[in-house]
């Protein structure tokens, strides 16, 4: 019988980020719940005391980021690793709840969970947080940025609803549905914005790359949104073809991208709570490992004892 938790959420790290923020975009990958490689590398960022000004995701990496912002250290895994079995969260009442098999919005609302998300912190105006979803009329990514979208939590909602396990999330009275779907890495919206420091992470391996397969469910269940449509059934082509990109920027120093440094064997509804755990604590000492190199490429100083407080 699997666990339904994880054994070691007691050495998941605690405590609450700095609030000094350090000029740069944060471009965070999605994966479903490979993105517990994000979480722990955001929490050692954060342990850290490395917080970007402006965080930009996509799906699982939107949900991640969310967490990065509010400067809560480990919120993410740990409602990750404690909900995983839980119905309302994944299963029948997630789905009689939200009409979807995963409720991402158990994530994001109060609903019984034991650490509610600091919404003060994360409504701080001084750090962007941007989610990012596809339009299923347009077929297009669209950034959704806090304080400047009626519902930011609604935007996240909608950047990680899986196609097919999941309905659309109609924003404004449009329909949208995982970034995903038309963005793996929302890193162009950086270099557009101009910022001159971009770290990117993936939640995949440097070398992984996806098989180009046709979708024949994309017509049957999405053809009344031929955009939309077309955009699932060429995902895969077009994922390869920013993962190509980032190594590029990488290699020319536009932007860093970090990875996992070990093949990720997580599924997208990854049941096994061992193999979830082992997969943050991969992306924690990745995100050590890595830390002078991130301290160096942003240009700051080793942070002192003073950037975590225990919560």
Request: charged letters at 30%; glycine letters at 10%; one cysteine or more.
């Amino acid at each position: 019988m699997q666990k339904r938790t994880y054994t070691g959420m007691d050495r998941i790290p605690r405590g609450q980020a700095s609030e000094t923020l350090t000029p740069g975009c944060l471009v965070l990958e999605g994966g479903a719940f490979k993105g517990l490689y994000t979480q722990g590398l955001l929490d050692a960022m954060m342990l850290e005391g490395v917080n970007l000004q402006c965080v930009i995701g996509v799906s699982a990496g939107a949900l991640a980021g969310v967490n990065y912002v509010s400067g809560q250290i480990g919120r993410s895994a740990r409602v990750s690793l404690t909900y995983r079995h839980d119905p309302r969260y994944v299963g029948m009442k997630a789905f009689r709840h939200s009409r979807s098999i995963v409720d991402v919005g158990f994530l994001t609302e109060e609903r019984g969970i034991y650490e509610p998300l600091d919404r003060a912190r994360f409504d701080r105006p001084e750090q962007r947080f941007l989610a990012v979803a596809t339009s299923c009329e347009t077929g297009e990514a669209v950034a959704f940025e806090k304080g400047k979208c009626g519902d930011i939590m609604l935007a996240a909602r909608a950047s990680a609803t899986l196609p097919y396990l999941a309905p659309m999330v109609y924003i404004d009275g449009h329909p949208y549905l995982d970034g995903g779907c038309a963005c793996k890495m929302p890193y162009e919206w950086a270099l557009r914005e101009g910022f001159e420091k971009i770290i990117v992470i993936r939640t995949r391996e440097i070398s992984f790359r996806k098989k180009n397969r046709e979708d024949p469910l994309a017509e049957k269940v999405y053809r009344k949104y031929p955009r939309i449509m077309e955009k699932i059934r060429r995902m895969n082509l077009e994922a390869n073809r920013e993962f190509e990109e980032v190594e590029r920027l990488h290699r020319e120093g536009r932007l860093l991208r970090l990875a996992p440094s070990q093949p990720v064997e997580v599924s997208r509804l990854e049941r096994d709570m061992e193999k979830l755990g082992k997969l943050y604590w991969l992306g924690y000492q990745d995100g050590m490992d890595h830390m002078d190199e991130i301290r160096a490429y942003l240009g700051i100083p080793r942070a002192g004892d003073e950037t975590i407080s225990e919560g």
